[in-house]
Every structure is written in C-alpha cells, then in structure tokens.
Nanobody, 125 residues
C-alpha cells in the first residue's frame, strides 16, 4: 500500500522561501510519477510541478516555473518542492500525488491514484 506524507508548510511572509517534503512509502522506485498540486479555498486543485521516477525530467506550471523547483531523493523515498519568492496567491494546501507510471497528462489530478493529506502554506503580504 502506498502512503504519502507531506511536511514543511507554515506561515511565511511574502518574498520568503519554504521547502516542502513528501515522504513516500510502498512506491516502487522505478517508472513512477510524482507531483505537487495545490488547492486554495473555493478553487479547483491546481497542478504545480511533476517529476519522473529518475528525477531527470521535471515539469512546472507557468505560474511557478521561475520560483519553484521540484526534486527527489530516491534513496530517501522523498520528493521536495523548493519555493522561493512566495506570493500571497501561493497560499493553499499543497498536496503530494503519486502514480505507478508516467503519463503525458501528468498535470491532471485524475491521473494520480495516491494522495497525501496536504500541508498548509500561508503567505502573508
């Protein structure tokens, strides 16, 4: 059984930085896909970034591409999201997602079978 657990969210001032972590248990280290999504109150779940199982390819939404970086450490079964120059519009619950295979529709929430509980990021202006 795959289990995902996010951590690292907190209150931060605009312009600040955070690093989120997603610890994965039970996920094969090959051929999987992992991603970050976020959801603000009253809004749809939004794609943030995705990474292939080997970490060689990463993809980010246009709204965060210049500020956020996704990475992973397979030895630790952990994916990270480094967020710089945070803005008030980045305030949301950030969720980790995973699937056993990579898909060209990696930006779509319905592609992922496994989800964490989320970690709250609040950016004060």
């Amino acid at each position: 059984q795959v289990q995902l657990a996010e951590s690292g969210g907190r209150l931060v001032q605009a312009g600040g930085s955070l690093r989120l972590s997603c610890s994965a248990r039970g996920l094969s280290s090959t051929s999987n896909a992992m991603a970050w999504f976020r959801q603000a109150p009253g809004k749809d779940r939004e794609f943030v970034a995705a990474i292939t199982w080997d970490g060689d390819s990463t993809y980010s939404s246009d709204s965060v591409k210049a500020r956020f970086t996704v990475s992973k450490d397979n030895a630790k079964n952990t994916m990270y999201l480094k967020m710089n120059n945070l803005k008030s519009e980045d305030t949301a619950v950030y969720l980790c997602a995973a699937q056993h295979y990579w898909s060209h529709t990696y930006h779509t929430p319905t592609e992922y079978m496994y989800w964490g509980q989320g970690t709250q990021v609040t950016v004060s202006s």
